[in-house]
């Protein structure tokens, strides 16, 4: 059966019009980029198929253009406008930051970083300075390690907030395991800077630990 066939209800672009884009499944997201399916299969049988042999979803957006063109159902044509898709998301979420607004929702800072950390082969620790109005002022990718870890530096993080004039700091890292959970070592880095940046008078707001799933906050957990 065609998905045209199918019930006004169940159809994917029906659904989002009607219940919004986050009511559809993984696998209808990516069919109404699809359009149409596999010969012999519906786009929302062939999202599935793609999703099963090279998800799950973030994984398979994480394959470059070139890689998603060689996959069956996509070719060429869908893999750029999927490429396209991923890159305007991007841009999106980072959108607040380069208009200089204020940061008032602490989940959009945890987004930003994901975006910028996540899917990366090797251990990132960046921070994003921001003013006395919680404004980016600028975001640093400041320390690179191996997937066992990166050594951070308080001193330098210090160094840079004073070089950026910042009030704030945030600061956040990737764990290519793909396991957000922080470890032991992550929380004696997070008091530690947070004690050097209080002795210029520069908050630390929060630490990110950027995985799979959500980004997880450890001012959330209170220990920031």
């Known amino acids: 059966m065609h998905i045209r066939d199918w019930p006004r209800h169940e159809r994917p672009r029906e659904k989002l019009l009607q219940r919004g884009a986050g009511s559809l499944s993984d696998a209808e997201l990516l069919a109404i980029f699809l ?6 299969m519906d786009a929302v049988a062939t999202a599935r198929q793609l999703l099963a042999m090279h998800g799950p979803l973030r994984r398979l957006l994480e394959l470059p253009p070139a890689s998603l063109a060689k996959l069956p159902g996509l070719g ?15 841009r999106h979420l980072a959108a607040a930051l380069e208009r200089g607004e204020a940061l008032t929702d602490p989940a959009s800072a ?8 996540r899917g ?6 960046a921070a994003l300075f921001l003013d006395t109005r919680h404004r980016a002022i600028a975001f640093e990718e400041l320390f690179r390690g191996t997937v066992d870890g990166a050594e951070v530096h308080p ?3 210090v160094r840079r907030a004073l070089a ?14 793909g396991n957000p959970e922080p470890s032991a070592a992550d929380r004696a ?9 209080s002795l210029v008078d520069v908050r630390l707001l929060d630490h990110f630990v950027i995985g799979d799933g959500a980004p997880v906050s450890l001012a ?5």
């Open 155 to 157: 001193r330098e993080v």
């Open 76 to 90: 060429p044509a869908r893999a750029c406008v999927l490429a396209a898709a991923l890159e305007l998301g991007q």
């Open 164 to 177: 950026h004039n910042a009030a704030a700091v945030m600061v956040g890292h990737n764990h290519p395991s």
């Open 120 to 125: 990366l082969p090797h251990e990132v620790f």
């Open 189 to 197: 880095v997070t008091a530690r800077l947070k004690q050097s940046l």
């Open 220 to 224: 959330a957990r209170g220990w920031v």
């Open 35 to 40: 359009g149409s399916g596999l010969p012999g």
């Open 110 to 117: 945890g987004r930003y970083f994901a975006q910028r950390l």
